[in-house]
C-alpha cells in the first residue's frame, strides 16, 4: 500500500475528533469481545468436563506465541513509521506489525467458538467482529491490509488443522471425558428377547407361528454353538464379524459390562481379509455401526457419564445383528469392537466384497444448530436413481427408500417421531441431499453427499443412513438411550424394519 492510499483510506478520519474516538472505542470494544468470551467459554468445558478443554486452551495459547514469535523475528514496520503519520489511537509500538496479533486473536477465539462449543452463532458474530476490527486496525494506521488478513487466515488454517484432530471429542458442544459407556444386557434376558422377538416378528412363511419360530431359532442357536467351535480358529484371524462379539471391546449382549464402566483402551486391529459369502441365496445385509475407535462421534455428558455415540452405535448394531442372525438373515458388520475404520469408502468396500445385499448405517444424532430441542429420527438416502454395472438392483433407489421408510416406521412405532432438523422432510423423516462438489456418478447424475450413500450407489448397494434419535437433546436421551431396555427397543426396530422390508419384496 502506498502513502497515498493510506493517506486516502485514513484521511477522511484525520482531524475529526469524534470519528476518530469513535474508532478508538469500537477498536477497545472489539478487541474486548474475544478477551472476554474466551474465559466463559474455558469455564464451560471444564464444567462439563469436556477433554476438548485443552485442545480449547492449547490451541490458541501456543498459536498465539508462534505469532508473537513470527512478528517479532520478521519485525516489520507499522504504517505510522512507513508513513511516518501518526496513527488514529494511541499506539507508539515499533515494528512486529505482520501479521496482526490483534485480528489472528479473535478470529481463533472465534473458530473456537464455532468448532468446539454449542454457541456457533457466537462464533459467527465474534468472525463479524475480527473482520471490522481488522478494517478498524487498518484504517487507524496501525496496520497494513496484510497484516490483518494474514492474522486472520493463519488462526482459521490453525483451527481447521488442529480441532480436526479428535481427541475423543467428535462434533461441536459435546462433553467427553476417558470414561466409556457400555451397556449391559445378560445373556438370559437376550435369549428370551430373541425368541419373544422371533415370534412376533416372522420374517419369512416358514416363521409364521410360534411353534416354528421357536423351532428355527433353537436350531439356529444350535448351528451357532456348533460352528464356534469348528470355524473359530479361521474366522477369528480372517474377519471382525465373529458371530459372538467375543473380540468385541464394546462387549455384545452376552458378555456385557456396567454402563459407565471404564474399558481398556482399545489394540490396533490387525488387518483381516474379507471372508466373501458363498453365493447361496441368503440376504446378507451389512450393519455398518458409525464411528468407533478415535473417531468418537456425537459425545454428551449425562448424570456425570460421557455418552459416546461410537458406543452407542455399536451396542444397537450388535442387537440388531443377533436379532436378523436369528431369523436367518447373514449378517456382516464393518466392525464388531471399538476400531477405527479409516473411511467411508472402506465400509462400503467391505460390505461389497463381502457379498452385501443391503447396507444399513447406524448413528445417533446431534443437532445441526446446536438447538437443544431438536428430536426425532431421519433416515438418509440416495437421489440419484444411477444403476452401478455391478449393481444386483434394478431399482436402487426404491430399494433404498423403501427400506428406510420402513426402519422409520418401527422407530415411530416405539414412540419416536420424524426430525424436521438436518432438514429432513417433516413427513417422511427422510432425508436426501446431493453433492456440492459437482461430481456426478457415470450416467450423469449429481453425486450424493454423504460418502456411504456415495459409494453404495457406485457398487449398487441399496442403503441408508439411520439417525435414531437426538443425543443433543436431554429428553431424546432420557427416552430412548440411557437403559439397555431402550436401547433394545431401538434394536428391536430396526431388525423389525429391516425384515419387513425383506419379507415384502
Given at each position: ?5 493510506f493517506m ?8 475529526n ?7 478508538h472505542i ?5 478487541t474486548a ?5 474466551y ?8 464444567w ?6 485443552f ?34 489511537i494511541p ?13 489472528f486473536s479473535?478470529?481463533?477465539i ?5 468448532m ?15 473482520v ?10 496501525v ?24 481427541f ?15 451397556t ?7 435369549e ?14 416358514e ?18 454353538e456348533?460352528?464356534?467351535?469348528e470355524e ?26 456396567e ?13 483381516q481379509?474379507?471372508?466373501i459369502?458363498a ?8 450393519l ?6 478415535s473417531?468418537?462421534g ?8 460421557q ?7 455399536l451396542?444397537i ?18 466392525r464388531?469392537?471399538d476400531t477405527?475404520?479409516p473411511?467411508?469408502s ?19 444424532n446431534?443437532?445441526?444448530t446446536?438447538?437443544?430441542?431438536h428430536?426425532?429420527?431421519l433416515?438418509i438416502?440416495?437421489?440419484?436413481h ?23 416406521g ?39 453427499y454423504y ?5 453404495a ?8 443412513i ?25 434394536a ?14
Amino acid at each position: 500500500m502506498t502513502k497515498e492510499k493510506f493517506m486516502k483510506y485514513t484521511g477522511p478520519f484525520r482531524g475529526n475528533e469524534k470519528w476518530t474516538r469513535g474508532l478508538h472505542i469500537l477498536n477497545r470494544i472489539l478487541t474486548a469481545m474475544g478477551y472476554v468470551s474466551y474465559p466463559f467459554l474455558l469455564i464451560y468445558l471444564i464444567w462439563t468436563k469436556d477433554v476438548r478443554f485443552f485442545q480449547a486452551l492449547l490451541v490458541p495459547g501456543i498459536s498465539f506465541m508462534a505469532v508473537s514469535l513470527f512478528r517479532a523475528k520478521l519485525n516489520a514496520p507499522r504504517p505510522y513509521e512507513v508513513y511516518e503519520e501518526a496513527p488514529l489511537i494511541p499506539k507508539e509500538t515499533r515494528g512486529h506489525s505482520f501479521p496482526s496479533r490483534h485480528v489472528f486473536s479473535i478470529f481463533i477465539i472465534a473458530m473456537t467458538f464455532l468448532m468446539l462449543s454449542p454457541w456457533t452463532w457466537f462464533g459467527i458474530v465474534l468472525l463479524a467482529a475480527g473482520v471490522f476490527l481488522a478494517v478498524v486496525r487498518v484504517l487507524t494506521g496501525v496496520h497494513f491490509p496484510r497484516d490483518v488478513i494474514a492474522g486472520a487466515l493463519f488462526a482459521v488454517v490453525v483451527a481447521l488443522v488442529f480441532y480436526s484432530i479428535d481427541f475423543g471429542a467428535g462434533s461441536h458442544s459435546k462433553s467427553v471425558d476417558n470414561t466409556e459407556y457400555v451397556t449391559e444386557a445378560g445373556k438370559g434376558t437376550e435369549e428370551s428377547t430373541k425368541e419373544e422377538f422371533t415370534k412376533e416378528e416372522p420374517a419369512t412363511e416358514e416363521l409364521a407361528t410360534e411353534e416354528l419360530a421357536t423351532e428355527e431359532l433353537a436350531t439356529e442357536e444350535l448351528a451357532t454353538e456348533e460352528t464356534e467351535t469348528e470355524e473359530s480358529a479361521t474366522e477369528e484371524a480372517t474377519t471382525n464379524e465373529n458371530a459372538t462379539g467375543e473380540n468385541a471391546n464394546v462387549q455384545s449382549e452376552s458378555t456385557g459390562v456396567e454402563q459407565g464402566t471404564a474399558v481398556a483402551e482399545p489394540q490396533p486391529p490387525v488387518p483381516q481379509a474379507p471372508v466373501i459369502p458363498a453365493d447361496d441365496g441368503i440376504i446378507t445385509v451389512c450393519l455398518d455401526p458409525g464411528h468407533g475407535g478415535s473417531q468418537s462421534g456425537c459425545t454428551f455428558n449425562y448424570d456425570g457419564v460421557q455418552i459416546y455415540e461410537k458406543n452407542l452405535n455399536l451396542t444397537i448394531a450388535l442387537k440388531v445383528r443377533d436379532y436378523l442372525t436369528a431369523n436367518g438373515i447373514r449378517v456382516i458388520m464393518t466392525r464388531s469392537d471399538d476400531t477405527t475404520v479409516p473411511s467411508l469408502s472402506d465400509r462400503v468396500d467391505y460390505g461389497f466384497q463381502n457379498g452385501a445385499d443391503y447396507f444399513v448405517s447406524l448413528h445417533n444424532n446431534s443437532s445441526s444448530t446446536g438447538d437443544p430441542n431438536h428430536n426425532g429420527s431421519l433416515a438418509i438416502v440416495t437421489t440419484s436413481h444411477y444403476i452401478a454395472p455391478t449393481s444386483l438392483s434394478s431399482d436402487v433407489y426404491g430399494e433404498s427408500w423403501n427400506l428406510a421408510a420402513s426402519i422409520l416406521g418401527e422407530l415411530q412405532g416405539i414412540g419416536i417421531p420424524f426430525t424436521t432438523d438436518w432438514n429432513a422432510n417433516e413427513n417422511s423423516g427422510m432425508l436426501q441431499r446431493p453433492g456440492t462438489s459437482g461430481d456426478t456418478y457415470e450416467d450423469g447424475s449429481n453425486m450424493d453427499y454423504y460418502g456411504i450413500i456415495n459409494s453404495a450407489m457406485e457398487y449398487g448397494i441399496p442403503a441408508t443412513i439411520i439417525e435414531h434419535a437426538f443425543l443433543s437433546n436431554e429428553s431424546d436421551y432420557r427416552n430412548y438411550f440411557s437403559s439397555d431396555e431402550q436401547l433394545d427397543a431401538l434394536a428391536q426396530a430396526d431388525a423389525r424394519g429391516i425384515l419387513n422390508y425383506l419379507a415384502s419384496r
